[in-house]
């Protein structure tokens, strides 16, 4: 994203691309396919391949003691720890391993949002402008304790709310 204008580019359409697909695996209530958890697992790496690089070039930029950075790159070592795990045993065990990925690929994405200082809404994908009123939103998921929700427009908010 640029200055000039407020059109989310390169790693930051990705980001939201992924966020969204992450967000959707997780609130699937259903155990799907075995072929639909692989297509989102390599989805998910795919995503982390290219995020993680990226977040650790925007953390090392930073101040050593930043906490921003530090905590970004601990979760992208949290993320690899994830990556490296085999496969688990039955669909039921998948589904809660590549849940676990999914769950490093919008926290990477959320570390990438805050390391650039871009903010999308959750709900509808567009980017929080400074001047605009937003919450965080966790979509219905438990975070760890440690981890930070995304955002959402008021407006997307209210509008989820009343439907």
Do not use: Y
């Amino acid at each position: 994203m640029n200055g000039v204008d407020a059109k989310p580019e390169g790693a930051a359409l990705a980001s939201v691309t992924a966020r969204a697909a992450a967000v959707w695996f997780l609130e699937q209530k259903a155990l799907p396919r075995h072929g639909t958890v692989r297509a989102f697992e390599d989805g998910f790496r795919r995503t982390l391949e290219g995020l993680i690089p990226r977040v650790e070039d925007l953390a090392d930029a930073m101040p050593a003691d930043e906490v921003p950075a530090r905590v970004a790159l601990a979760a992208l070592a949290e993320a690899r720890r994830r990556l490296a795990e085999p496969e688990a045993p039955g669909l039921r065990g998948e589904v809660e391993r590549v849940k676990k990925i999914a769950e490093s690929v919008l926290a990477a994405c959320d570390h990438h949002d805050t390391l650039t200082g871009l903010r999308t809404c959750l709900l509808c994908d567009e980017p929080i402008q400074a001047d605009e009123d937003s919450e965080p939103f966790e979509g219905g998921r438990v975070l760890a304790e440690d981890s930070q929700p995304g955002r959402v427009h008021v407006t997307c908010a209210r509008d989820r709310r009343q439907a």
